[in-house]
């Protein structure tokens, strides 16, 4: 018993550790993102290309929302929405049943009905827990 707790011990510390270092990599990340953000406002070329850009995207987005109104587009828009908010639920029951599929078969592969054979991966994170 000893040795699992001292795995336990060894495991927390790693994810302390790395989840600290990630948290400073991101802050890092943050201060080298607005550095280069600055240089590129600084540069002349830049922002004319960016205006003529964002000009661009204005005028597009205008001609967009003129297309959104005919009716076919309206009726498109309203099947795409049905359709993620399907696929949004799909993924969730097929996550809770390959959870539940694991539990049951002690394994971590299925093979479909055509003979391919699929991995069940599990993507963990740390998420803050808010404070109540």
């Known amino acids: 018993m000893a040795n699992s707790s001292s795995t336990l011990t060894s495991v927390e510390s790693l994810i302390h550790n790395h989840q600290t270092r990630f948290e400073s990599l991101n802050k890092e990340l943050k201060t ?40 076919e ?5 309203e099947k795409i929405k049905d359709q993620q908010i399907e696929a949004k639920e799909l993924k969730i029951a097929l996550s809770d049943y390959l959870s539940q599929y694991v ?30």
């Open 32 to 71: 080298h993102r607005l550095m280069l953000e600055a240089i590129m406002e600084a540069d002349q070329e830049y922002q004319a290309a960016a205006d003529a850009a964002a000009k661009a995207v204005k005028i597009k987005s205008q001609a967009k929302q003129k297309v959104l109104v005919n009716p």
């Open 73 to 77: 587009a309206k009726s498109q828009m």
């Open 103 to 132: 539990t049951l078969s002690g394994s971590n592969q299925i093979e479909s009905p055509d003979g391919a054979v699929y991995e069940i991966i599990y993507n963990a994170h740390l998420s803050k827990k808010k404070q109540e």
